[in-house]
């Protein structure tokens, strides 16, 4: 099976999870491609990342600000790759990626990404990025299926009770981490039948116990979770 999975940043040091999950799926045979939003803000990460060579499945979607005129070609090129290949998109195609302002440059990179790893599957991380392939799968007509899974930090306060409509509306199924993001999934208009828990837990191996010592100055101890 061939899975893309959509991210926000990749690799982050904080979502180890995303890095879990994603080398859990290539030991089980399946084939893997990684489509991240923007490049990470810090240099380091999981050493799952070099073990398994992550970068080199990894494309981003950010143009690049310091080559703006090689890359609006590169988009321009791109979308009309885009119109030769799905000429019954078309108007779908121009609705959606022109003009080419950089939120629609970004779909454009999508679009093409999406095409060449031709996915069974897209697992999407973060509300957001589900939105954003329901509605590029719209776009190119595409059959795979979309997987949206909720982190809690996405449900937000927006009192907007429709943010997520067409994604609820359009997407296969969802997954939550807790049984509060459910409840607000639900909320928000997902279908608690297509909506599955799934918590997070923590690979206790990667973090060998080591004896501390109370400061005896203070006799507190401070935990940091």
């Known amino acids: 099976m061939k899975v893309t999975v959509i991210t926000s940043q990749f690799p982050y040091l904080s979502e180890t999870f995303i890095v879990d999950q994603i080398v859990g799926i290539l030991k089980l045979g399946h084939q893997v491609r990684i489509i991240s939003v923007s490049h990470p803000d810090m240099k380091l990460a999981q050493p799952e990342v070099q073990r398994y060579d992550l970068l080199k499945i990894t494309r981003y979607l950010q143009p690049d600000q310091k080559g703006r005129v090689a890359e609006l070609l590169f988009c321009v090129v791109a979308f009309i790759k885009l119109l030769l290949k799905y000429p019954g998109r078309a108007p779908k195609l121009c609705s959606s990626c022109l003009p080419f302002s950089t939120p629609k440059r970004i779909f454009v990179r999508l679009l093409g ?27 190119l007509g595409g059959s795979f299926a979309v997987v949206t899974s909720f982190w809690g930090c996405d449900m937000g306060t927006s009192s907007d009770p429709n943010r997520y409509s067409d ?16 409840k607000r999934i639900t909320e928000l208009g997902g279908a608690p039948n297509r909506t599955s828990i799934m918590p997070i837990g923590v690979d206790l191996s990667k973090i060998p116990f080591t004896n501390r010592l109370v400061p005896l100055a203070t006799d507190r101890l401070r935990l940091l979770t």
């Open 113 to 139: 990404g999406l095409h060449s790893d031709n996915p069974d599957v897209v697992h999407c991380h973060f509300g957001p990025n589900g939105e954003l392939v329901t509605r590029a799968r719209e776009v």
């Open 167 to 182: 994604l609820f509306r359009l997407g296969d199924s969802f997954v939550a981490n807790t049984s509060f993001t459910k």
